[in-house]
């Protein structure tokens, strides 16, 4: 086993794509996979292979850019009514979380990572999960996550460590990583090809992105880029 490999889950969107650049930069070896669960549109999945595609040979990274792997988890669908997934209004739910809230998905997707990962002898899983901006989501908690590799660990008799670089970083501090992971040319490339918006709208640019500006994705997404703006001047 590579103690130097590392798997990255890479969903096309802002988060996901400085994590992978955070992996290129500590790791020798970084693979990809991606979940197609039937999303409502489909601009993530495009974008991450654009996305791949640049980060092939990335300058100034140590790491060398593996294969991708995409897998199709159509039941995630069938299992959840979310916004997500159905042509429901992006709202908060009873619960007070967002409709957008898949149960459980981050859970089902690491599990997922864990096993390839095995299978490619890889021991280390990475992941955009967050604490700071969607508290909400109880399956990005830190907690949720280590308990997980846990179990993971004993469930697969190999230790799975899953790294979150992004875990207590906000929104603006992910533009300012990004930067300082990748300069100038890392942030253009996550302006320009990363996908954030609900809506799956990639028709409207704004200074920090394409989207419909008014999802709750854009909406972070632009608060976060401008507080950063304002943390450079
Ligand atoms: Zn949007």
Redesign the pocket.
Known sequence: MSERAALVLFSGGQDSTVCLAWALALFDKVETIGFDYGQRHRAELDQRQVILAKMKDWPGTLGQLGPDTVLKLPSLAEISETALTRATEITFAQSGLPTTFVPGRNLLFLTYAAALAYRRGIATLVGGMCETDFSGYPDCRNDTIQALARAVSLGLDRQVAIETPLMYVDKAGTWALAHELGGDALVNLIIADTHT???G?RAHLHAWGS?????P??ELRAKGYEAWRTMRN
């Not at 989207?211 to 999802?215: E, I, K, M, N, V």
């Open positions: 918006c609900y809506l709208d989207g419909c500006g008014t999802c994705a854009c």
